[in-house]
């Protein structure tokens, strides 16, 4: 079996890069000159809990892919996934899958190529980081939920987690829009939180902060229930919680307990891609949120706020700072 990973980041990297150290087929494609060089001369180092690790990897550009796989993995940020799949397409198999290792509500992109039963969607718990060129990390073994959205098993799913479980912990589930959409309550938090270069435990240290980001999250699961997610508990928080329909109190408490795991050094989300001047994958989370009240007619200017800011940050025309969350709490 050939599989192919589009993406040699963090996810890429990691996951792909267990699947190589086992002895898989596998081919890495990567736009990053510097990196793909320093990978080809020595190797992808990859930093796990049960042991670092380093594995020689056949990486390639785009223009230099061969061969039919029987596996794509589109392991790229959501706003190159229409790149991935127009360069993964050609190189699939008449019966490959396609699957998404990515945040963000991607699946529906890789239905449109190939159908429901060759698309997974893998939501991903592992926090994780490019320390360098050819050098990926991660504190935590990580876990993975794997399935088809219309939630059916197949032989393709189970094969395929099969071949995950077996290098890192893996679980075929019915409700991966769920899984995909508390996640992404979680992703939209990284964006709340990225309006200052400071942990949220500075950000939202007063009541009426975490009022407003109480709120923030309500916009965010009413639409996510809306569009027909089946929220699961996160181990930082348990979306439904969040609900509008109960009491503000309650939502705010949730909150709180919530707020007890937060720590001064952490920075949330894009952060770093901000202050470096990468573009982010806002575009494909925050505003997929936005993009799914307007359809479903639910109100969200605490999300269509913070989405306009981000873009600004990432343009140059706002500067990072607590003054953000000022206007945020004034509009």
């Given at each position: ?217 309500a916009e965010v699961v009413a639409v996510g229930t809306a569009a027909g997610a089946r929220f699961i508990p996160l181990a930082e928080y348990n979306p439904p919680d969040f609900y509008p329909s109960h009491p503000f109190e309650k939502r705010l408490a949730a909150l709180n307990e919530s707020a007890k795991s937060w720590k001064l050094d952490d920075r949330k989300g894009p952060l770093r891609q901000i202050q470096k001047g990468i573009k982010t994958e806002v575009d494909f989370t925050l505003a ?44």
């Amino acid at each position: 079996m050939r599989m192919i990973v589009i993406g040699t980041g963090p996810i890429g990297g990691i996951i792909g890069g267990r699947l190589a150290r086992a002895g898989h087929d596998m081919t890495f494609v990567d736009i990053d000159k510097e990196h793909v060089a320093a990978i080809r001369e020595k190797g992808l180092q990859v930093d796990v809990p049960d042991g670092p690790f380093n594995v020689k990897i056949n990486v390639v550009f785009p223009d230099e892919v061969d061969g039919k796989f029987n596996i794509g993995f589109i392991a790229v940020r959501s706003n190159y996934t229409p790149d991935a799949l127009n360069m993964v397409m050609p190189h699939l198999a008449e019966d490959g899958l396609l699957v998404s290792l990515q945040n963000g509500i991607n699946p529906p992109l890789l239905e449109e190529k190939v159908g429901t039963d060759r698309t997974v969607g893998v939501a991903i718990r592992m926090g994780c980081q490019k320390l360098g060129p050819a050098h990926v990390q991660t504190a935590t073994r990580g876990h993975l939920y794997v399935g088809h959205l219309h939630g059916r098993r197949t032989p393709q799913l189970e094969k395929l987690n099969g071949l995950l479980d077996a290098v890192i912990p893996s679980e075929i589930t019915d409700n991966i829009l769920g899984v995909l959409w508390s996640k992404l309550t979680y992703t939209c938090l990284g964006y709340y939180g990225s309006l200052t270069d400071a942990s949220l435990v500075t950000s939202c240290a007063d009541e009426p902060s975490r009022r407003m980001l109480t709120e923030f999250f309500a916009e965010v699961v009413a639409v996510g229930t809306a569009a027909g997610a089946r929220f699961i508990p996160l181990a930082e928080y348990n979306p439904p919680d969040f609900y509008p329909s109960h009491p503000f109190e309650k939502r705010l408490a949730a909150l709180n307990e919530s707020a007890k795991s937060w720590k001064l050094d952490d920075r949330k989300g894009p952060l770093r891609q901000i202050q470096k001047g990468i573009k982010t994958e806002v575009d494909f989370t925050l505003a997929h949120v936005v993009r799914e009240g307007e359809r479903l007619k639910i109100p969200t200017p605490l999300c269509r706020s913070v989405l306009e800011m981000i873009h600004e940050l990432e343009s140059g025309k706002r500067r990072l700072g607590m003054q953000n969350y000022v206007e945020l709490s004034a509009a």
